[in-house]
């Protein structure tokens, strides 16, 4: 085994070594620095939708915002590269499509589930011994931003009220899983 392998191994217990993790990982990346990448003003026009095989799609809200962006495309490839220190992306495909607002929900689901776009999280470092073990700073940078969204957003759930079910692990607002009925657990 290469140096430095067993210490991602041990740290994500061995998840990692899994590739389709790694890619869903990355995507989830792709997905999340978007409005970093475009700024606010084109993030509020537009929105990351799915990322397969390398192409992201975004969705914007019409043709005028497409065409800009298309020719905008190399800056943005360009930006990623430069946010994720290496290339994920092939490719950026534009297409109208319409986006519900975030304020508009239905009255059912409780609370959001996710954080309202644009809404600031405390994105705080991760601690040092998270990354302990790895040696290589090409992951350290890859999962450093990935890890602390993922905590920010964490916390931003408990502070909501959602909890995850004990049984089946789904997330949900209230003290009994609507799905099967287990206890709730901290998010």
């Known amino acids: ?4 392998q067993e210490s991602i191994q041990s740290l994500l217990g061995g998840l990692l070594k899994d590739r389709r993790m790694l890619s869903s990982m990355r995507r989830v990346m792709v997905m999340t620095l978007w409005d970093q990448v475009v700024g606010d003003l084109v993030a509020q026009k537009s929105w990351p939708e799915k990322v397969n095989d390398g192409v992201l799609t975004i969705g914007v809200t ?50 959001a589930l996710h954080p309202a776009r644009g809404e600031k999280l405390n994105e705080g470092p991760v601690p040092n011994e998270v990354f302990a073990g790895v040696q290589n700073p090409e992951i350290r940078e890859l999962l450093g931003p990935a890890f602390a969204r993922l905590r920010a957003e964490r916390e931003w759930k408990h502070e909501q009220g959602w909890v995850r079910c004990g049984t089946c692990r789904r997330v949900f607002h209230g003290q009994n899983c609507p799905h099967c009925g287990g206890r709730a657990e901290a998010c």
């Open 1 to 4: 085994m290469a140096h430095g």
């Open 62 to 111: 019409s043709h005028t915002w497409a065409d800009q962006l298309h020719l905008l495309k190399p800056q943005i490839l360009s930006r990623y590269r430069q946010l994720l220190g290496r290339s994920i992306l092939k490719d950026v495909e534009f297409h109208i499509s319409r986006r519900r607002p975030q304020h508009e929900k239905p009255a059912e689901m409780g609370p």
